[in-house]
């Protein structure tokens, strides 16, 4: 399984971006598609959970929204009012269950770079 994302980049602050992440490979489950972002200095942060439920860092509530296409096993992060804070490289995560042994696995992203300027 592989997890390919995009739309990162340079943004000035109150400014939006959508990145998106996408899976493929053979036969599996996705259980839940999740967001992280680690900044330059810093550990890597949860940012937004899309499982079960949808759970949001307070510092992005209402300013992110995560959603799915199950259908094309994608998940999107739109952000609005982006600020300096909000910098750094955006991972995407998969939780998967692979069809070949029925064992859930956690994948990453290879990241993608946010920055935004004041």
């Known amino acids: 399984v592989q997890l390919v994302e995009s739309g990162g980049g340079l943004v000035q602050a109150g400014g939006s971006l959508r990145l998106s992440c996408a899976a493929s490979g053979s036969s599996f489950t996705i259980n839940a598609m999740n967001w992280y972002r680690q900044a330059p200095g810093k550990q890597r942060e949860l940012v937004a959970i899309?499982?079960?439920?949808?759970i949001y860092a307070d510092s992005v509530k209402g300013r992110f929204t995560i959603s799915r296409d199950n259908a094309k096993n994608t998940v999107y992060l739109e952000m609005n009012s982006l600020n300096p804070e909000d910098t750094g490289v955006y991972y995407c995560n998969a939780r998967i269950l692979e069809d070949s042994d029925y064992v859930l696995r956690d994948y990453w992203g290879q990241g993608t770079q946010v920055t935004v300027s004041s």
């Open positions: 899309s499982g079960v439920t949808i």
